[in-house]
């Protein structure tokens, strides 16, 4: 689980504020959501999990893009607020819990994690990278998104990436730098 002063710093955020980052509304983040997506690189994915969905703004636009999504967040507030967004949409699933704990058995062949990996401590991303060794599928796609700045954690944004993609066996990394962010793509060799 992440820190419990990270937890609770999170769910101070939300009460405070029901969309903390301006998600919603602010032109930076819908900006770096559209190069989330164009990250995608025009797939179809039967299978999608989305770690820290928060209120579902990004979770709306993977959508169209799934079979299937399941998004999970630790701030249960969030995930009412994003099962608002994207009710009416039964192919979407979300749930509050922590990633890799409360993962159900999924095979994704798409895994995001925007804005969240670094708000995870080492053991946590470590256990993360051996849930999706096992349980990714074999054509997997993981996006990491990364603010480049001061996370206010232990771990920054870039490295928070580099740990997870070192405890990954047999996957090849690129990356791409946004307005203040960072995209890993992170792909199972072969692909």
């Known amino acids: 689980?992440?820190?419990?002063?990270?937890?609770?710093?999170?769910?101070?955020?939300?009460?405070?504020?029901?969309?903390?980052?301006?998600?919603?509304?602010?032109?930076?983040?819908?900006?770096?959501?559209?190069?989330?997506?164009?990250?995608?690189?025009?797939?179809?994915?039967?299978?999608?999990?989305?770690?820290?969905?928060?209120?579902?703004?990004?979770?709306?636009?993977?959508?169209?893009?799934?079979?299937?999504?399941?998004?999970?967040?630790?701030?249960?507030?969030?995930?009412?607020?994003?099962?608002?967004?994207?009710?009416?949409?039964?192919?979407?699933?979300?749930?509050?819990?922590?990633?890799?704990?409360?993962?159900?058995?999924l095979a994704p062949d798409l895994i995001m994690l925007s804005e969240v990996l670094y708000f995870m401590i080492p053991d946590e991303i470590a256990r993360l990278a051996a849930w999706i060794d096992v349980h990714a599928a074999p054509d997997a796609r993981i996006i990491v998104v990364s603010w480049q700045g001061p996370t206010g954690e232990a771990l920054s944004g870039p490295a928070s990436a580099a740990l997870l993609h070192d405890a990954l066996v047999g996957w090849s990394r690129r990356q791409e730098d946004g307005d203040g962010y960072r995209i890993d793509r992170i792909d199972r060799l072969g692909n």
């Open 1 to 105: 689980m992440p820190l419990d002063r990270t937890t609770r710093h999170l769910c101070h955020l939300y009460r405070q504020n029901p969309d903390p980052w301006g998600h919603a509304t602010r032109a930076y983040e819908q900006a770096k959501f559209a190069r989330t997506i164009a990250a995608l690189d025009g797939r179809h994915y039967r299978q999608a999990v989305e770690i820290g969905c928060g209120i579902g703004v990004l979770t709306e636009l993977l959508a169209p893009h799934c079979d299937a999504l399941f998004g999970i967040d630790c701030v249960a507030r969030a995930v009412d607020a994003a099962r608002q967004r994207l009710a009416g949409q039964p192919h979407v699933r979300l749930t509050a819990g922590v990633a890799p704990d409360d993962l159900p058995d």
